[in-house]
């Protein structure tokens, strides 16, 4: 058996995992539109010639339905692109993921993109040795098997460990991860071929299949569905006059500052975690006193909902900064606890888990005084939910709000929503015309405008520069 050729050095892998862990820091001068500058689109491989192996990692977080159209957004995202690659007659190897668990299965996904197609799909079922470190014989034979034309699709890539190996890695631990790295981006160059392609927008966290295999790659591109949400709607949610922040994540704030920082926000929204933080800062700035009940206690430090304070300090930051700039903050005035009763003020052992009808009302007349100011031509981005409402005691507050993205569209302010669950929840008490345009992802959509570059435009432009 020949060796594998090296297309990555362990060392080179390893200063390739620290920029791409380090994120904005590495290069705190670029913007999002920096790294989309340097990032070459699908047409740019154009010159590929038929039969050319051609990476693609691929949207493939999805749980089809019964019917085409039902849980597959996703994958319909990626039909265009893999369509370009069948039409030049390349070998495309899909490979992505489905959930967080290692035991996610792609078979349906495969089916699903058959039946998009218009052809056979077949799964790869074993691809990768965990403990041997090394891609296996399968993906070879798998793709030298195929013709001119064909798709091929790899197991659930967070079957294995070497997947997952960056999700909470530090800088000091990368040295010991960087060769099982190298060895799985060299493997796929070998077992496939150096070209890669992104096609999985909504893949924004740090698995190797999005940030590593591309250090291995020769040519790269991102797909035409990718580069068009990012060329596109994204590019109108930079100018965004009016944000909606909500959601468990205190870490948002974060997000929050960078968006304010661009100097068109006109009027920020908030609820849950981030909100909280936001209401005890201006408590405090106001001379007003606010409890944020068990989410302040160190008690619950251990909490996804726990808010610490130091980030009430970077809260009171933010508000003391967006009050110069003219902004408008609109928070919660009252909170649904755990028994669904509201209350206006909290007690140290009560938790949020909704606006309550005050607020709702608050929201409304809000909203009415930003159409009245901004009017036609504004641009609102709503992320996110407004309580734990997938719990029927907990959904009112989401369920109002919904109705108001439908109103400011109606007024002629352009209407985005970040998807995830913000995605859910307008798919659930409203309709897809209610905004101008709902992304497949949600986590990507805050990074691209918040404050960390997506992780998988760091990594093709790293590629592109090599």
Not at 38 to 64: E, I, Q, Y
Not at 156 to 167: A, G, Q
Not at 213 to 221: C, W
Not at 415 to 436: I, N, Q, S
Request: net charge negative.
């Amino acid at each position: 058996m020949t060796a594998t050729p090296t297309c990555v050095s362990d060392q080179e892998m390893l200063a390739w995992c620290e920029a791409i862990v380090r994120g904005r820091d590495t290069a705190p001068e670029l913007s999002l539109n920096d790294y989309l500058a340097d990032v070459p689109r699908l047409d740019s491989l154009s010159d590929l010639p038929s039969g050319t192996p051609v990476l693609v990692r691929g949207d493939t977080d999805a749980k089809p339905g019964a019917n085409v159209g039902e849980g597959d957004i996703r994958l319909r995202s990626m039909v265009d692109t893999l369509k370009f690659g069948i039409e030049k007659g390349w070998k495309q190897v899909v490979f992505g993921h489905i959930g967080r668990k290692p035991e996610g299965s792609l078979d349906k996904v495969a089916a699903r993109l058959g039946e998009l197609l218009g052809c056979e799909v077949p799964l790869v079922e074993d691809w990768w040795d965990d403990a041997e470190g090394k891609v296996l014989p399968s993906v070879k034979q798998a793709v030298e098997a195929a013709a001119p034309g064909a798709v091929i699709v790899l197991q659930n890539t967070r079957k294995y460990d070497v997947e997952r190996l960056l999700w909470k890695a530090k800088p000091a631990d990368l040295p010991a991860l960087a060769p099982k790295l190298s060895a799985l981006a060299n493997g796929l160059a070998e077992a496939v071929g150096p070209v890669y392609v992104n096609e999985a927008f909504s893949a924004g966290s740090l698995d190797a299949s999005s940030v590593a295999v591309p250090a291995a790659m020769e040519r790269v591109a991102l797909g035409k569905y990718a580069a068009g949400e990012f060329d596109g709607p994204m590019q109108q949610c930079l100018k965004s006059d009016l944000a909606v922040f909500s959601g468990i994540k205190i870490d948002k704030l974060d997000d929050m500052e960078a968006m304010i920082a661009r100097g068109s926000i006109k009027q920020i929204f908030a609820s849950g975690s981030l909100a909280m933080a936001i209401r005890k800062a201006i408590g405090q700035l106001d001379d007003a006193p606010v409890c944020l009940g068990a989410a302040e206690d160190p008690a619950n430090s251990g909490e996804p909902w726990y808010i610490p304070p130091a980030r009430v300090e970077q809260a009171k930051a933010i508000v003391a900064d967006g009050r110069e700039k003219g902004i408008t903050f609109t928070v919660p005035c009252d909170s649904v606890v755990e028994d669904g009763t509201s209350q206006d003020e909290l007690k140290p052992s009560d938790q949020q888990f909704d606006i309550g009808p005050k607020s709702i009302e608050h929201f409304h007349a809000s909203v009415g005084e930003f159409i009245e100011k901004a009017g036609a031509g504004a641009v609102a981005f709503h992320n996110g939910v407004f309580g734990m409402f997938e719990d029927p005691r907990f959904a009112e507050g989401t369920a109002k709000w919904i109705p108001e993205l439908k109103r400011m569209k109606d007024a002629g302010v352009e209407v985005y929503v970040g998807g995830g669950e913000g995605g859910k929840a307008l798919d659930k008490y409203g309709e897809p015309d209610w905004v101008t345009h709902c992304f497949t992802a949600g986590g990507t959509v805050l990074n691209a405008l918040g404050s960390e570059p997506v992780p998988y435009l760091v990594a093709l432009r790293l590629a592109a520069k090599k």
